[in-house]
């Protein structure tokens, strides 16, 4: 985003960042999906998992990184799927 957003409860302009997605590799940024999630399997990495949180299929070619701006004032957030 070119324009730098303004909080619009205090009018102060927002910080620009991301809100780190955790797995066990690493950090990611955040993703948007269009679509509803459509569950990818039982299997990970061709092992078959139980009593796990179960994953969906992610398309790569329409999901957007998502930006979030937070009010140096009041704290909130504000997320865009550039
Ligand atoms: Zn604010």
């Given at each position: 985003m070119?324009?730098?957003p303004?909080?619009?409860?205090?009018?102060?302009?927002m910080?620009k960042g991301f809100v780190?997605?955790?797995?066990?590799?690493?950090?990611?940024q955040t993703?948007w999906?269009?679509?509803?999630?459509?569950?990818?399997?039982?299997?990970?990495?061709?092992?078959?998992?139980?009593?796990?949180?179960?994953?969906?299929?992610?398309?790569?070619?329409?999901?957007r990184k998502i930006s979030t701006y937070r009010?140096?004032?009041?704290?909130?957030l504000r997320s865009y799927a550039e």
């Amino acid at each position: 985003m070119s324009i730098i957003p303004r909080c619009p409860d205090c009018e102060t302009e927002m910080e620009k960042g991301f809100v780190p997605d955790n797995t066990f590799l690493g950090a990611l940024q955040t993703v948007w999906h269009p679509g509803d999630p459509e569950s990818a399997g039982d299997t990970f990495f061709g092992m078959k998992v139980k009593n796990r949180t179960k994953t969906v299929h992610i398309d790569e070619s329409g999901t957007r990184k998502i930006s979030t701006y937070r009010c140096p004032t009041c704290g909130l957030l504000r997320s865009y799927a550039e």
